[in-house]
């Protein structure tokens, strides 16, 4: 670390629990030195072992892989733990919970709930009849489409491309780019045998893929860089045939 | 007093936990699985490199099988495993992968043709057989025979996290998450459940059911420097610790990783060096060759981080603002093979660093470092998953000492166990969960249940000087320090001395808010003296153990010592009061081995105290082996000859291959 003292910054939080009598929406300015490589998992740690140690947020792997720590950075969704502070030439950094999803406490929100809902609504599993025989050789599959049912499958349900959506503003029961993300990748999956009509039952209306606006946010926000332009597009032209 | 009654209960959601409670699910059970976080969030996610089973698919794997596998593991292990249980573990390992394949995790799969593939720094054709193409394809990891790591590019824990989280989710499987296991609830040596603490409204709950298994994970998070996730503290073997009952195993077999990134800590994953990466010192010198020439980069986890320090001791370290480091460097795999199949690494190293991994002489190598990286240690089992000691309780994965990984656990064989130990324990799991009721009065449970609200109650009513976060980082600065990759003994006692003040100094803090919800103080004041009662059995393990063996290497005793030390460390906390835990031995029998001790074929020769038994019983084997290739017995009936093993379901049935004859 280099001797030299690091930019004083300002890390704006805002602060509310839901489940309190007495807790109002409000920000609370903490103020701390940067140091070469600071993250927000670096400094909101930072924050709660010697400012505040009621301050609420999530991590899990702090690698950018799991997904839990999305929040709002300076107005737009982000993973906290790969956000480097560096990054930001203003000396002060806002953080708020991430719209759509039910506040637990200050940065903390309920993704996982909504993400189970949503699971369940795509039907997020193989659909086969067939019953595998596990010592006996596997079912071949092409390498190239593998690799593309591994691109839709790098998805870590993070909840940014969600907070990003201007649709579930509007419509709360809207299935999101990540669910409809969850079937663009079913549908390439050879081992899953559902039809374009088995995959209209699920999302051919207008909370599904009719209610998307097009404005594309998601993509622009997703930290995994998920081509979910291109897959809404395609599912909305193959699915429109059907109508 | 809310009282949740399940016939199966699972406590973690990664892969393990979930396997287990789809086994259990499909016979018919309620299975409830607890986690702290979303179950898609689990460290399990995290692994990238992939998953050992002997498919034997590709060019570089053919003419793989259980016995190759088998062999790689009892080696890796320095002979401290399981044998039978690492049999029943490579057995399963193929059908494991192929019923994930059908669950609709996307393995990289074998294209027919020629590939240009970097093997011992040089570049290297490989052509891959029409009749294979399609087929699932695997990679080189370190301390293997044959190429036999599966993977999806480098993402390989989270594409099979979510293909068996949606397996569950299909079968129903009652997942619930934010909720925190306490304490066991027992009686007469059965485990009837756990009380539990929802992490979002603070309520206290009791889960009672028929089986408790528990699936949560490794504890490299009481060290400092370490590749795991927040949530890895060990708290499950901590609750299991506090019985006073259960033993946990091998506390002090703890993994160094060799390519953990400076100064973060992610890790890159082995993937890196099993594709061709190499390390390279201050001179830009490879230097792993010098020390290891036949395995290299690719000996096992424990060798390469004992020889990377080694080498930066000898004064061929890069100095950086955290201390010394060495290189990796993978950019002489070429830019387009980093973009497919390490494509998590670059971006690690770019938004982490600010470096391109695929960026051609020291501009793109990364800085890495051992750390801590995986738990062999952990909830003592039977090779069925049951603790030895308390009936009804089940433990697999990370957080279980089942125990095929013995002293060191090789590269792909961790996510292969989580799944595999899934299976075969989830199995039995769920089978005892059909013999047995329960049959604990509603009393017994409301005791557990008080125990941890006054428990909860005087945590808050603490009125010390000390700060919580500061005893936790004592304690993972102690850990680094003194029981680290280097251990001596003067150093162990100190940690273990240390450690015990740590554990009385938890008791005079005071945390700041009284709410008994959404108070992350709280959460710390009663997981942390559990994590130091986990770093207790680690330090005082590895303080008695005066030998080296696998991870676990004392420079005072720098022999595998097979006539004292082949056994298995057993700790215990009888005594809630105590400050450290009671240690006993368990004893590994020679003459019951398939593979008696020998030389691991990597790391200094010439390091081994002998047992005169494992000379007797090589004899034995050698001549068993003879006698039944003479009488034209196959593979498989010699083995079972030589050390027979059961298996739950189907699962021992002999696993197809396409080399098959």
Not at chain 2, 296 to 302: F, G, P, Q
Request: charged share 30%; aromatic share 6%.
């Amino acid at each position: 670390m280099s001797a030299q003292k690091g930019r004083e910054i300002t890390i704006s939080v805002l602060k509310f629990n839901p489940r309190s009598k007495v807790s109002k929406p409000h920000f609370v300015d903490y103020k701390l030195e940067e140091t070469p490589g600071m993250t927000l998992f670096i400094a909101l740690n930072y924050i709660r072992e010697n400012f505040d140690p009621d301050l609420s947020f999530d991590f899990v792997c702090r690698a950018g892989i799991c997904g839990s720590c999305g929040m709002v950075v300076n107005g737009k969704p982000a993973l906290a733990c790969r956000t480097l502070i560096a990054n930001y030439p203003e000396e002060k950094l806002t953080l708020m919970p991430m719209p759509a999803f039910e506040l637990i406490k200050d940065l903390s929100v309920n993704t996982g709930k909504w993400m189970d809902k949503m699971s369940k609504r795509v039907e997020s599993w193989i659909h086969s009849n067939e019953e595998v025989d596990i010592s006996k050789m596997e079912e071949r599959v092409d390498p190239d489409i593998a690799d593309q049912t591994f691109e839709l499958d790098r998805c870590i349900e993070c909840g940014i491309c969600v907070a990003s959506c201007g649709t579930i503003l509007m419509r709360p029961d809207f299935v999101g780019p990540v669910g409809l993300n969850r079937i663009a990748r079913f549908e390439v999956d050879p081992h899953d045998n559902r039809t374009a009509e088995d995959f209209y039952e699920l999302i051919g209306d207008d909370n599904g893929i009719f209610g998307c606006m097009s404005l594309m946010a998601c993509e622009d926000h997703c930290p995994k860089h998920l081509p979910l332009q291109n897959k809404i597009a395609y599912l909305r032209r193959k699915l429109v045939s059907l109508r | 007093m809310k009282i949740n009654y399940c016939d199966a209960l699972v406590i973690g959601g990664g892969l393990a936990g979930l396997r287990a409670a789809v086994a259990a699910q499909k016979k018919g059970l309620s299975t409830v699985v607890l986690s702290l976080v979303p179950v898609k969030r689990s460290h399990s996610a995290a692994a990238q490199g992939g998953m050992q089973a002997s498919l034997g698919n590709s060019k570089m794997s053919d003419g793989d099988n259980e016995d190759l596998h088998f062999a790689d593991t009892v080696k890796g292990s320095d002979w401290g495993c399981d044998q039978e249980v690492a049999r029943m573990f490579v057995h399963t390992a193929p059908k494991a992968i192929r019923e994930l394949a059908s669950w609709g995790v996307p393995w990289t799969r074998v294209r027919a043709g020629t590939r240009e593939a970097v093997i011992n720094a040089k570049k290297t054709t490989i052509t891959e057989d029409e009749d294979r193409h399609g087929l699932i394809t695997s990679r080189d990891f370190g301390g293997t025979k044959k190429w036999r790591t599966c993977y999806t590019a480098d993402a390989t824990g989270h594409t099979m996290l979510f293909g068996v989280a949606n397996e569950a989710l299909r079968h129903d499987v009652d997942i619930r998450d934010r909720k925190e296991a306490l304490s066991i609830i027992h009686e007469d040596g059965r485990c009837y459940g756990a009380v539990v603490r929802d992490l979002i409204t603070g309520e206290l709950e009791a889960y009672v059911a028929k089986g408790t298994c528990i699936a949560t994970g490794g504890y490299g998070r009481v060290f400092k420097q370490t590749t795991n996730a927040v949530i890895c503290e060990g708290t499950g073997q901590a609750i299991a610790l506090e019985t006073g009952i259960a033993t946990l195993g091998n506390m002090e077999a703890v993994q160094f990783h060799p390519t953990p990134i400076v100064p973060s800590g992610i890790l890159l994953t082995e993937g890196c060096r099993g594709d061709g990466g190499i390390l390279r010192d201050v001179d830009g010198h490879r230097f792993m060759p010098d020390y290891e020439p036949e395995k290299k980069e690719l000996a096992s986890r424990d060798v390469v981080s004992r020889r990377m320090i080694e080498h930066i001791r000898n004064g061929k370290g890069v100095p950086s603002p955290y201390g010394y480091h060495v290189w990796l460097d993978i950019s002489i795999l070429g830019r387009e093979h980093i973009e497919k199949n390490l494509r998590d690494v670059q971006e690690i190293c770019q938004i982490f660093n600010g470096i391109d991994p695929a960026d051609e002489g020291p501009k793109g190598w990364a800085p890495v470092l051992p750390m801590q990286h995986y738990s062999m240690g952990g909830i003592r089992t039977k090779p069925t998953g049951e603790s030895q000691n308390l009936k009804g309780l089940f433990a697999c994965g990370e957080a279980a000492c089942w125990d095929m990984h013995g002293f060191n656990r090789l590269g792909g064989n961790s996510v292969s166990e989580t799944v595999v130990a899934g299976m075969i324990i989830g199995n039995y799991f769920a089978d005892f969960c059909l013999e047995n009721d329960v049959t604990i009065p509603t009393a017994t449970i409301q005791k557990f249940l008080d125990e941890q609200d006054k428990y909860l109650d005087e945590i808050l009513s603490y009125n010390g000087s000390e700060s919580i976060f500061k005893i936790k980082n004592r304690m993972k600065e102690l850990m680094d320090e003194k029981v680290g990759i280097f251990r001596d003994g003067p150093h162990l006692e100190e940690a273990v001395e240390e450690l015990k003040e740590l554990l009385v100094k938890t008791k005079q803090i005071t945390v700041k808010s009284k709410e008994r919800a959404g108070n992350p103080e709280l959460e710390e004041a009663y997981r942390v003296p559990k994590m130091l009662k986990v770093a207790l059995c680690v330090a005082k393990g590895a303080r008695d153990r005066t030998e080296s063996r696998g991870a676990h290497y004392r420079e005072d005793y720098l022999k595998r010592d097979d006539v004292n030390w082949l056994n298995r460390t057993l700790t215990s906390w009888p005594n809630s009061d105590a400050l450290e835990p009671e240690i006993t031995y368990e004893p590994l029998d020679i003459m019951k081995m398939e593979m008696p001790p020998a030389f691991r074929g990597y790391g200094a020769k010439g390091m081994i105290i002998e047992n005169e038994l494992s000379a007797k019983r090589q004899a034995q084997v050698d001549e068993i082996t003879e006698k039944m290739q003479a009488e034209g017995k196959d593979r498989h009936e010699i083995q079972d000859a030589l050390m027979p093993f059961e298996l739950p379901m189907n699962y021992k049935e002999r696993n197809e291959r396409a080399g098959d004859k």
